[in-house]
């Protein structure tokens, strides 16, 4: 693959965590100095290929993919970029928190439902918002993705439960001392449009990601881990870090909705943004009951390819977020061409399930064009199981979806959910989930 086909990022030292997370935060789209962002600058490379097994021979048909070449591939992300996931499921208990018939004026069922870890009624729990359309007749397809700051940011109904687990600091958004306040109710309503996604026939189910890991290195101590991995002092190479505790937590996710009579669990997407993007993609990679998959700005780790260096690099985010990844991802800072995986092999992991992937014009930090090219460069596993990846790895024009079993665009703006794109994903939805 030469540089004309491809785009870049560098590296840079920040000796204070608490900048560093600033600087990657979900709310802000700076593009940190020092970094490549200049096309020109990308490093030729070659990616791993996608359609030969470990023994050098060839996968030639569905069956070889299915039976051989994807389980290597995941065995090799779980070993060298994600980790493993916790260990067990344990015995899910569920509790209604609350219902309401007629949310959002009507229009809407919004439910809270508990999800137990464990026995113990003070351990481990995630809770679950779920809205569905009033007046459906059958069960709906759903969108369900993690978000960043509490089920009560989606939506200002004073109703829905104010989280009481671990938040970032922002005393804009009213989270104070690592709690929130009724000032933070409804904060990110605009990247949850939910009215909107009822309007259309689909429900919508999220999960607060602090509930299960929050998102800070401490060793593990917390969230999920602290029950299912009560020992971290020794951890393996491959222990799985907070996306797989995350990720993990969809698919426990998607154990409730499948059970849900208002819900139809086999159409269900998985949807996130920045590294709760990442988190989608893992999940419905790892995952094949998600029935479509969408990353929203998941750049590095993400959508976008390692090897092109370009915004946010492996070392970076390595350092910056040392709990996100398993150990072993580490001995690729700044040796991106030596690991075995790049993330055109995480899309095709998806196939043949439709995958959406969404850039902003302004977001270089997370590499719009390496994030298509991944999705372009899955192509070849989407067309061996029967589907149409995308037709061309031409820079793609701003605001100009590209939907066929695959899909992707870049729109104007920075490192953001908009109405824009949950249009185009419902959409994409309506011909795949539909």
Not at 132 to 149: E, I, R, S
Not at 165 to 190: C, F, L, M, P
Not at 306 to 322: A, L, M
């Amino acid at each position: 693959m030469n540089r004309s086909q491809l785009r870049p990022f560098v590296t840079i030292i920040v000796t204070s965590f608490a900048f560093v997370a600033l600087l990657h935060s979900s709310e802000v789209s700076a593009q940190p100095a020092g970094y490549n962002y200049d096309e020109s600058k990308v490093p030729d490379f070659d990616l791993p290929e996608l359609l030969k097994l470990l023994d050098g021979s060839a996968v030639k048909s569905d069956e070889d993919w299915t039976s051989k070449r994807r389980s290597e591939i995941l065995s090799l992300f779980r070993e060298h970029v994600f980790g493993n996931d916790p260990a067990g499921v344990p015995q899910l208990r569920t509790r209604e928190r609350s219902r309401k018939q007629d949310a959002l004026g009507g229009r809407a069922v919004r439910r809270q439902i508990t999800v137990f870890f464990s026995d113990d009624d003070d351990g481990p729990s995630m809770d679950i918002l779920i809205y569905t359309p009033t007046d459906a007749k059958t069960p709906v397809p759903c969108f369900m993705g993690l978000n960043f700051h509490g089920n009560h940011s989606v939506d200002p109904d004073p109703d829905i439960h104010l989280t009481t687990s671990w938040v970032r600091n922002d005393t804009k958004r009213g989270n104070i001392d690592h709690r929130a306040t009724e000032k933070s109710r409804g904060q990110s309503s605009s990247r949850w449009p939910v009215e909107m996604i009822v309007s259309r026939g689909y429900g919508l189910a999220t999960i607060y990601y602090g509930d299960v890991d929050p998102d800070f290195d401490d060793g593990f101590k917390n969230g999920i881990h602290s029950l299912l991995e009560p020992d971290t002092t020794e951890r393996a190479g491959n222990a799985g870090g907070s996306i797989s505790a995350w990720a993990w937590a969809l698919s426990r996710g998607l154990d409730v909705l499948e059970m849900d009579p208002l819900v139809d669990g086999s159409k269900v997407s998985t949807f996130g943004h920045s590294r709760l993007g990442k988190t989608s993609l893992w999940a419905g990679a790892s995952d094949e009951r998600f029935a479509m998959v969408i990353s929203n700005d998941s750049g590095c780790g993400g959508a976008a390819l390692s090897r092109r260096r370009f915004g946010e690099t492996v070392k970076r985010i390595n350092t910056s977020f040392p709990h996100w990844f398993c150990i072993n991802h580490r001995q690729y800072n700044e040796n991106e061409n030596a690991s075995p995986v790049d993330h055109h092999m995480l899309m095709a992991l998806i196939a043949p399930r439709p995958v959406y992937v969404a850039s902003a014009e302004d977001d270089k930090w997370a590499d719009p064009h390496g994030e298509m090219l991944s999705l372009y460069h899955a192509g070849p596993v989407f067309e061996l199981l029967g589907r149409s990846g995308l037709p061309s790895n031409d820079v793609a024009t701003v605001n100009k979806p590209i939907q066929t079993d695959v899909a992707y665009h870049i729109r104007t703006g920075k490192h953001d959910v908009t109405d824009f794109d949950w249009t185009q994903y419902m959409n994409f939805a309506d011909l795949h989930l539909k």
